[in-house]
């Protein structure tokens, strides 16, 4: 049942609301605002979940803050869970959201329940390969682009070689929060360069963690992350979705199955939280591919 008592919340994009069995907050990407990128989702989770779709912070002016960091998401999502009253919760990011989830994770890791990953933009600046600090020479080359050729080329380098299909078509009438976009992924791609994530403080985070990942996404780029990540996080699973890419995502074009796998990740959180909160393991690593 939708409550609009509850839609105003400010930085809330939309709620749905039924039972307060799962509480989770969903952090979409540097492109699509958190409303259309998480509908299909947040229907597909259907009855018991509480889901709060929030834009991001970069967003909520004009131009994104002079001082602009993860650290500014991190409390963005500090500040809405407090104002919902929510002490613990579960924790969804796509993209920038993604990277903005893994730095709450390292810096209120008690406040979690479980984390989601949706190929996240960026996993700090330890154990790159020399494929991926190329491949960010190519992104910080971005930079002073005009913003169509800017969006097309960032574009492009977010998936593989060849891939067209799914990908946003340029020119036609754009909707008017668009034109805010080029400047608030510069100001990712700024603070992804100088932000310090801590990696100890991920691997002390024994809650489970979950990574979709698009077969046709940029390997260097998101496949790498979930290899770095695996290595970290006690109690990792990565699902890979073939025929999708980053900017096809799973939530958005296969949201039922997306909805099942974060059940399934909030359950064993709860099984995690009635044993004490001891993570499964590194043997709890898995890999579920589709065919």
């Not at 970290?232 to 796998?261: C, N, Q, Y």
């Amino acid at each position: 049942m939708r409550n609009p008592a509850l839609e105003s919340h400010a930085g809330v994009m939309s709620m749905y609301s039924t039972q307060r069995q799962h509480r989770v907050i969903l952090l979409p990407g540097s492109v699509l605002p958190a409303a259309p990128a998480y509908g299909a989702l947040i229907a597909a989770l259907g009855e018991g979940v509480e889901a709060v779709a929030k834009d991001l912070e970069v967003y909520a002016g004009p131009t994104p803050p002079p001082d602009y960091s993860l650290d500014t998401e991190v409390a963005g999502v500090l500040r809405t869970a407090e104002e919902l009253g929510w002490a613990t919760f579960h924790l969804v990011g796509y993209s920038g959201g993604g990277a903005s989830a893994l730095a709450f994770a390292a810096k209120h890791g008690e406040r979690l329940e479980s984390l989601a990953l949706l190929e996240p933009a960026w996993a700090g600046t330890w154990g790159w390969s020399e494929a991926h600090r190329l491949l960010w020479e190519r992104y910080r080359g971005l930079d002073g682009l005009p913003p169509e050729e800017f969006m097309a080329r960032f574009v492009e380098l977010g998936v593989r070689p060849g891939v067209t299909a799914g990908l946003p078509v340029r020119g036609g009438e754009q909707p008017p929060w668009m034109a805010l976009r080029p400047a608030g992924i510069r100001a990712f791609i700024r603070t992804f360069q100088t932000y310090e994530l801590d990696r100890d403080a991920l691997a002390r985070f024994s809650k489970p963690v979950y990574f979709a990942l698009g077969a046709l996404s940029n390997p260097d780029d998101y496949g790498e992350i979930a290899e770095r990540l695996s290595g970290v996080f006690p109690d990792f699973r990565l699902e890979v979705f073939a025929g999708r890419h980053h900017f096809d995502p799973p939530h958005r074009i296969e949201p039922e199955r997306v909805a099942a796998s974060l059940r399934s990740l909030w359950a064993r959180a709860e099984a995690t939280a009635q044993r004490g909160g001891r993570s499964y393991g590194r043997a709890a690593k898995r890999s579920s591919r589709s065919t």
